[in-house]
C-alpha cells in the first residue's frame, strides 16, 4: 500500500504561470516532508523540505505547503522556468528514520514556452 | 567537493547471478542510504549504513545485502538475481541528516 501518493503522472505549465504539484500520504507518523528533483541521468537533487509542526515554508521560487488535517502537501513554483521541467518526488520520514525516506511515484513536470 | 558516484553506471546480469554495486560518498559523510527505483513501485528505500554499521533496513528479502567500509565507502550486493531486480539503484550520502542526502548518478542494473 502506497504511502505517498502523487496522483498526476504529468503536468504540463506554460512559463512564467505557478506550477503547483501535489501529494497525499497516509502514515500520521510522518513528520518531515521533502521534495526532490530529478532530471534524466542523473540522482534526485533535494529541492525544500517542511517540518509537521509548520504548514509553509518558502525558499526563493518554491514554496510547500502543508495541510496535516487532510495528509496533504504541495509544492509551488512560481513564476516557472523552463529549467524546472524535471520530475518531481514527494517524500516523507518518520521520527528516527527507520524506514528510510518513502517516496511518491513522482510527477513529471513540463514547463511549456 | 566531489559528488556522490556510483560504479558502474550501467550492468547486465543473467537470473541467477550475483552483483555488487559500490558507492562513494561525499567526503566527511558518513552516512549512506540505497534505494531501488523501478516504474512500477518508484523510489523504495533498501538500507542505510553510518560508521560501517547498518541503521535502517527496508522491506527487501535477505537476498539484498550491503556493507560500508572505514572510509564511508559502501557497496550493495544482490544474490541470486531475478528479472524484477532490474532497476535503477540509487545511493545517497549525507552527514547523518535525512534531509541532507546528496544523491548519485546510480546504477542501471538489467537482468535477462
Known amino acids: 500500500d502506497q504511502q505517498v501518493k502523487q496522483n498526476s503522472p504529468s503536468l504540463s505549465v506554460q512559463e512564467g504561470r505557478i506550477s503547483i504539484l501535489n501529494c497525499d500520504y497516509t502514515n500520521s507518523m510522518f513528520d518531515y516532508f521533502l521534495w526532490y528533483k530529478k532530471y534524466p541521468a542523473e540522482g534526485p537533487t533535494f529541492l525544500i523540505s517542511i517540518s509537521s509542526i509548520k504548514d509553509k515554508n518558502e525558499d526563493g521560487r518554491f514554496t510547500v505547503f502543508l495541510n496535516k488535517s487532510a495528509k496533504h502537501l504541495s509544492l509551488h513554483i512560481v513564476p516557472s522556468q523552463p529549467g524546472d521541467s524535471a520530475v518531481y518526488f514527494c517524500a516523507a520520514i518518520s521520527g528516527g528514520g527507520a524506514d528510510g525516506l518513502t517516496f511518491g511515484k513522482g510527477t513529471h513536470l513540463i514547463i511549456q514556452p | 567537493k566531489a559528488g556522490v558516484t556510483q560504479t558502474p553506471r550501467y550492468l547486465i546480469k543473467t537470473r541467477g547471478q550475483q552483483v555488487t554495486l559500490s558507492c562513494s560518498p561525499i567526503?566527511?559523510?558518513?552516512?549512506v542510504s540505497w534505494y531501488q527505483q523501478t516504474p512500477g513501485q518508484g523510489l523504495q528505500f533498501l538500507f542505510e549504513y553510518f560508521s560501517e554499521t547498518q541503521r535502517n533496513k527496508g522491506n527487501f528479502p535477505g537476498r539484498f545485502s550491503g556493507r560500508q567500509f572505514s572510509n564511508s565507502r559502501s557497496e550493495m550486493n544482490v544474490s541470486t538475481l531475478e528479472l524484477g531486480d532490474s532497476a535503477l539503484y540509487l545511493c545517497?550520502?549525507?552527514?547523518?541528516?535525512?534531509?541532507?542526502?546528496?544523491f548519485g548518478p546510480g546504477t542501471r542494473l538489467t537482468v535477462l
Open positions: 567526503s566527511g559523510h558518513r552516512s
Open positions: 545517497a550520502s549525507s552527514t547523518g541528516a535525512w534531509n541532507e542526502q546528496f
